[in-house]
């Protein structure tokens, strides 16, 4: 899978690298929220790839992507200010779990393993 012609973790190598280049010289940011934002742009990848490849696996890797995403995005929020208590955090959480299960549910079907037949009686 590619996104803009090029596999995704050489992009997340590329973000990587820009905002490290970054913040040498003008953001100033901490180690924490740099490893915070790129945590994000890794989840972000991660979804995109599951996204792109949900029909091959079933949509278990997409519902793992969007809970990674949720999380990350979250971490994000609370890094530059969200200020949210454990329990709404838990709450974005567990809405966002159920939404995901809902959303994958609809679109994979079970395995239907191998079949038995009873022999033939002659």
């Given at each position: 899978m590619k996104i803009f012609g090029r596999e995704?973790?050489?992009?997340?190598?590329l973000?990587?690298?820009?905002?490290?280049?970054?913040?040498?010289?003008?953001?100033?940011?901490?180690?924490?929220?740099?490893?915070?934002?790129n945590a994000a742009a890794a989840a972000v990848l991660g979804f995109v790839t599951a996204w792109a490849t949900r029909a091959v696996d079933g949509g278990s890797s997409l519902q793992a992507a969007i809970l990674g995403l949720a999380q990350a995005l979250l971490t994000l929020g609370a890094t530059f200010g969200l200020d949210w208590s454990a329990v709404q955090v838990a709450s974005v959480m567990?809405?966002?779990?159920?939404?995901?299960s809902a959303y994958v549910r609809g679109h994979v079907e079970p395995h239907a393993g191998p079949q038995m037949t009873a022999p033939a009686i002659r």
């Open positions: 995704p973790a050489l992009l997340l190598g973000f990587s690298a820009a905002l490290q280049f970054l913040v040498a010289f003008w953001l100033h940011w901490d180690d924490a929220t740099v490893a915070v934002v567990g809405f966002v779990a159920v939404l995901a």
